[in-house]
């Protein structure tokens, strides 16, 4: 709202954050382990607004961008599906198969994302 930013430093500073007409977000990917080399990748997102008018816009962004979000992590989880796939499969470190690099660590032994 206005052009202001804030910083916030830690979780405590996060869930404290009650200056009106803002949203605050935060996003989880959580692995669960299926079968042996089989990991299940689960991505959320959480929103909270400060106020009702911060509830009433955030209500209007999503309606416009919900289908668009939704599209953008079903591909990032495809991606790293992918990349874990060929990691899994001897590839190594640093390449992955569209030819980007991977940008993140990898566990040490194959996992597997199950779809679903």
Do not use: K
Not at 23 to 43: F, K
Not at 92 to 99: H, R, S
């Amino acid at each position: 709202s206005g052009g202001r930013t804030f910083t916030i430093t830690d979780a405590a500073a996060f869930s404290s954050f009650d200056e009106p007409g803002y949203a605050r977000a935060a996003m989880t990917l959580r692995c669960e382990p299926v079968t042996p080399g089989t990991t299940r990748l689960y991505t959320e997102t959480r929103v909270d607004t400060t106020d009702a008018a911060a509830r009433r816009a955030f209500g209007r962004y999503w309606f416009l961008v919900r289908a668009g979000s939704q599209l953008i992590r079903v591909e990032m989880l495809r991606a790293i599906r992918r990349r874990a796939e060929r990691r899994g499969e001897g590839v190594p470190p640093g390449e992955a198969g569209n030819g980007s690099p991977v940008t993140g660590p990898l566990p040490s032994r194959p996992h597997r994302c199950a779809s679903g």
